[in-house]
Structure formats: C-alpha cells, structure tokens
C-alpha cells in the first residue's frame, strides 16, 4: 500500500494566515497622498531579541493585524539600516556608521529618541497629518499595543 504525506492532502490554494502590510517610508509617502490615515512605525534592531519576540508573538495575532491593516499605514524600519531614505522631498541617511557602535538613522533620530538615545524596539503612533501623538519605548504584548492602536488607556 502507498502511504502519502498528510502535507500533500492539503487543498491546492489553501489560505496564508494574514499578515501586517508592512509598508516602507517611500511606500508610506505615497499611501499618505493618495488616503490620509493613522500610522504606526515600529523601529527596530537586527540585535534586538525583544524585537524579535513582538514579530513572532504579537505581529501574529489576527486582531491585531486587523487593526493594523485597517486603521493604519504599519511602516517597519530598521533603526541602524545604512540605506538612503527620501521622504517628503527629503533624503535622510545614516551619518553615523563608522563612528559609533550603534549607528542610528536620521529618520531614527528624528521620531525615536528618548532623553537623546534610541531603545529597541521603540513603536511610534503618528495622526493623519503625520503628527506624533504616542511614542513606547517597551516591548509591548498584544493586549496593550491593541489598547494603545485603539487610544485605551
């Protein structure tokens, strides 16, 4: 008797889980032109393990997706990428490379600092106007971030 693989007897086409549509700046510039809506920024390190647990644990959960994917424009950025960024007729880059240990991005700089000094992962909450009405500098698991999204204390 032939035995097949229990994978194999899935239906062709079957449904990927949802995931956040996670946009870039550039991505972002032009989503705001064309429909004004809230954003949510997650500024993240390639090191840090805590950043890396939210994208496993709490990125994964369908409600918060939903409300990520309906309510907001979800931008990821690497908060020590060396890449150039042109945003609103701006170029931002990284001008620390080569000079600290932790090099950290204008873009960075400018929206995810605390006292001076950037912790992973920092989530930023910006309105339609691309005003910055929250900032966390915490891992945040899905009850809270969902409360924050939703503007519950």
């Keep these: ?15 990927e889980t949802e995931s956040v549509r996670w946009l870039s700046f550039e991505e972002l510039e ?4 064309a429909n004004p809506k809230k954003v ?6 390639d090191w840090c393990t805590y950043c890396r647990k939210m994208d496993k644990v709490v990125f994964t959960k369908p409600e ?3 409300v990520l994917n309906e309510q907001y424009y979800a931008v990821r950025f ?4 060396d890449s150039s960024i ?14 600290t240990r932790t090099p950290v991005h204008q873009i960075t700089q400018l929206l995810a600092l605390r006292e001076g000094k950037f912790v992973a992962p920092t989530l930023v909450l910006l ?9 966390y500098f915490e891992y945040m698991d899905s009850t809270k971030l969902l409360k924050a999204l939703n503007n519950k204390r």
């Design 86 to 99: 042109i945003f609103s007729g701006q170029q931002f880059i990284n001008d620390q490379v080569g000079k």
């Design 64 to 66: 918060l997706i939903d």
């Design 30 to 33: 032009d989503s705001l032109a």
């Design 40 to 45: 949510f920024i997650d500024f993240y390190t």
């Design 127 to 135: 309105d339609e106007t691309f005003k910055v009405t929250s900032r």
């Design 78 to 81: 690497n908060a020590e990428t």
């Design 1 to 15: 008797m032939i035995s097949i693989p229990f994978f194999l007897c899935a239906p062709l086409g079957a449904q």
